[in-house]
């Protein structure tokens, strides 16, 4: 069966830098774009973020333009978010998500998420 | 990439209809057939219950339908049931590879 398990959330001061990971299994993980997608606390859902499954294309939010990377190694199936520059705003829950079909945002399967505190 | 507009509530008895609007523009909702829906229920993470607009994802109840007029689309709840209780998302293409999602909107089951 298809999992997607986020790891490296944590409490991090603003400015400061993280990394998200994301194991995917259960299915072909090359074959598959692949996105972020956060909720802050007692909000609503936000798109982050989308890297093709080969890799060659990544496109990113406004908000997170310049400070944050997705990236992938489809020899280790996982996904990683590199998250630079941390602010207040970036405090949410991080989901992995698997794309069944780009640009329909057609999202089967969702990861349980991991949660970022970046404190004021 | 404005958030598309849902209202923040909505609310039926068991066995009757809900419709969920989400409204955008003619740059997302109005520009694509690539409107999706998500279940979310407390401290879970999503479920894709429609896609493109009126598609239902496999095992999601013929209860669930979509559809859309111009800038607005809408999810459809029949014959609802307490375990329909949760929040729904909507989210649109927005064009050069973006994606929007709605403000989100609690039903409740009465």
């Known amino acids: 069966q298809v999992q997607l398990v986020e790891s490296g959330g944590g409490v991090v001061q603003p400015g400061r830098s993280l990394r998200l990971s994301c194991a995917a299994s259960g299915f072909t993980f090359r074959s598959h774009g692949m996105h972020w997608v956060r909720q802050a606390p007692g909000k609503g859902l936000e798109w982050v973020a989308v890297i093709w499954y080969d890799g060659s294309d990544k496109y990113y939010t406004d908000s997170v333009k310049g400070r944050f990377t997705i990236s992938r190694d489809n020899s280790r199936n996982t996904l990683y978010l590199q998250m630079n520059s941390l602010r207040v705003e970036d405090t949410a829950v991080y989901y992995c998500?698997?794309?069944?079909?780009?640009?329909?945002?057609?999202?089967?399967?969702w990861g349980q998420g991991t949660v970022v505190t970046v404190p004021s | 990439q404005s958030a598309l507009t849902q209202p923040p509530s909505a609310s039926g008895s068991p066995g009757q209809s809900v419709t969920i609007s989400c409204t955008g523009t003619?740059?997302?909702?109005?520009?694509?057939?690539?409107v999706s829906w998500y279940q979310q229920h407390p401290g879970k993470a999503p479920k894709v219950m429609i896609y493109e607009v009126s598609k239902r994802h496999s095992g999601v109840p013929d209860r669930f339908s979509g559809s859309k007029s111009g800038n607005t689309a809408s999810l459809t709840v029949s014959g609802l049931q307490a375990e329909d209780e949760a929040d729904y998302y909507c989210s649109s293409y927005a064009g050069s590879n973006n994606l929007v999602f709605g403000g989100g909107t609690k039903l409740t089951v009465l």
């Open positions: 998500v698997r794309d069944r079909s780009w640009p329909a945002g057609y999202f089967d399967y």
């Open positions: 003619s740059s997302d909702v109005g520009g694509y057939n690539y």
